[in-house]
């Protein structure tokens, strides 16, 4: 089992930047992808940004060229630097590993709030 610990969320103004963590604890094996999805109240959870252990991103249209997906594999760890962020940016982000092997792991989620 694996878990997901979450860091970074908060409150900031729009135009600001943030920097989310996650740590992950567990056995992970590869192939894998760790990335970060999003969620509002009465929406679906959707993609925000992914990242394969071979360091392959992949974004969501909304935020290419404003968030930055990263990973540091011998820490388990993936981060999403955030810019420029917009109100509709607001939503709980969430952590997650997915891999053949085992059905994808979440976080608890942390809070990002961008006030106009």
């Known amino acids: 089992q694996v878990q997901l610990v979450e860091s970074g969320g908060g409150l900031v103004q729009a135009g600001g930047s943030l920097r989310l963590s996650c740590a992950a604890s567990?056995?992970?094996?590869?192939?894998?992808?760790m990335g970060w999805y999003r969620q509002t109240p009465g929406k679906q959870r959707e993609l925000v940004a992914t990242?394969?252990?071979?360091?392959?991103?992949n974004y969501a249209d909304s935020v290419k060229g404003r968030f930055t997906i990263s990973r540091d594999n011998s820490k388990n760890s993936v981060y999403l630097q955030m810019s420029s962020l917009k109100p509709e940016d607001t939503a709980v982000y969430y952590c997650?590993?997915?891999?053949?092997?085992?059905?994808?792991?979440w976080g608890q989620g942390t809070q990002v709030t961008v006030s106009a």
């Open positions: 997650t590993v997915q891999s053949p092997w085992m059905l994808p792991s």
């Open positions: 567990g056995s992970i094996r590869s192939p894998n992808t």
């Open positions: 990242i394969t252990n071979g360091g392959k991103p």
